[in-house]
């Protein structure tokens, strides 16, 4: 993912231009849009560049020599506003920076591999956890052996590969034994203390799950640890209850509008005719807009519209909690008690 080469978009054809391509020339330039259509982005979305710098504040204040704890970044927000898909780009970027700058084989011959990435499933143990990480590096030991067999196995790698950041996306999904997840807790500063890595976690809901909590007991006491060393960054979907936040909506969709490629694409097609609906379709949500577009461009262009129009986008599902609050948004939006555009537009 590191190396790969920007997508390759399709030039843009007038309908006169289509209308001249034979059938298996017109059928191949349609798979090329509905993979592109498909992988839209990621967008510089102003949620994105301010975790980005968050994030790199945080990762090089933590170049310390020795054995001196990491600070830890843990980004806690709700799900479709865009974590993965951000935190994957800063990997992407800080792999690049780190192999551009120290080589592509460490000095004792092994592959450099700066970012290690684990993505949780459902309930995770802790001893899956560490074979998660072996099976990042395709470490012959991950088959067979414990939870501490294992975390050896796994610090080894990371020794090697010289790795600096250790990504765990969805964290909700490891097991918490108790309520206030203390075992957890305790295996992260086991990392913080033994890994010499940057500890980066990524879920929804982890301050509800005490990852940040301070108390007075015991208990409460081994969370603070991890709550004092780790610093807690969010991510908000659109507002547009303040001017910025509606330039800053508007500036997304003029950025998607840029990017399509349907023949009857004007400027203003989404970015002025569609602000509203979109914003009531999405709540602002990145994800939700997201897939509306790339379904709606998919049906533009497999029926020949060859545009997005409230009319196409009607016919398209979206996922089932912004179809929920849609209703309420839309009223809203109907009545002008909310505005999505902004007043000045200096896009
Ligand atoms: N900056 C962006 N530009 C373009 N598309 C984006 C951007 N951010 C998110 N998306 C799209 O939104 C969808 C949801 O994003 P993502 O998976 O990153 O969210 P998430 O916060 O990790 O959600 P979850 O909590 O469910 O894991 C993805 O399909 C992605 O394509
Ligand atoms: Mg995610």
Request: aromatic residues 8%; neutral net charge; charged residues 30%.
């Amino acid at each position: 993912m590191a190396d790969a080469p920007a997508r390759k978009r399709p030039d843009k054809l007038t309908r006169r231009q289509l209308s001249r391509l034979g059938e298996l020339a017109l059928a191949a330039y349609n798979r090329e849009r509905r993979k592109w259509h498909a992988n839209l982005g990621p967008l510089r979305t102003p949620q994105l560049k301010a975790l980005h710098e968050d994030l790199w504040d945080i990762f090089d204040s933590n170049d310390h020599d020795g054995d001196k704890v990491k600070g830890g970044m843990a980004i806690d927000a709700f799900p479709g506003l865009g974590k993965t898909t951000a935190v994957l780009a800063f990997a992407r970027k800080l792999h690049r920076r780190t192999i551009q700058e120290e080589g592509k084989y460490t000095d004792e011959g092994h592959e450099r591999w700066p970012v290690c990435r684990v993505g949780l499933t459902s309930n995770t143990g802790m001893r899956d956890f560490n074979r998660a990480i072996l099976e990042y590096y395709g470490h012959p030991g991950r088959f067979t052996g414990n939870t501490a067999d294992f975390g050896y196995r796994a610090l080894d790698s990371v020794l090697s590969a010289e790795t600096k950041l250790l990504i765990v996306d969805d964290l909700h999904f490891l097991k918490w034994r108790n309520k206030n997840g203390v075992e957890v807790s305790n295996h992260f500063k086991y990392i913080a203390n033994e890994f010499p890595v940057t500890l980066l976690l990524v879920g929804v809901g982890l301050e509800n799950r005490g990852l940040f909590d301070e108390g007075g007991s015991y208990e409460d006491a081994v969370l603070a640890q991890t709550g004092r060393r780790t610093t807690r960054l969010d991510m908000d979907p659109f507002l547009i209850t303040s001017e910025e936040g509606r330039l800053d909506w508007r500036n997304t969709l003029l950025a998607i509008e840029e990017r399509l490629v349907l023949a009857d694409n004007r400027p203003g097609m989404i970015a002025d005719d569609l602000s509203d609906y979109l914003f009531a379709r999405s709540t602002g949500h990145i994800g939700s807009l997201m897939t509306l577009i790339n379904r709606g461009c998919q049906r533009a262009v497999r029926t020949g519209a060859e545009r997005l129009d409230q009319n196409l986008l009607d016919q398209v599902k979206n996922d089932a909690a912004s179809e929920k609050a849609r209703e309420e948004l839309t009223q809203a939006l109907a009545a002008g008690r909310l505005v999505s555009r902004p007043t000045r537009t200096s896009a």
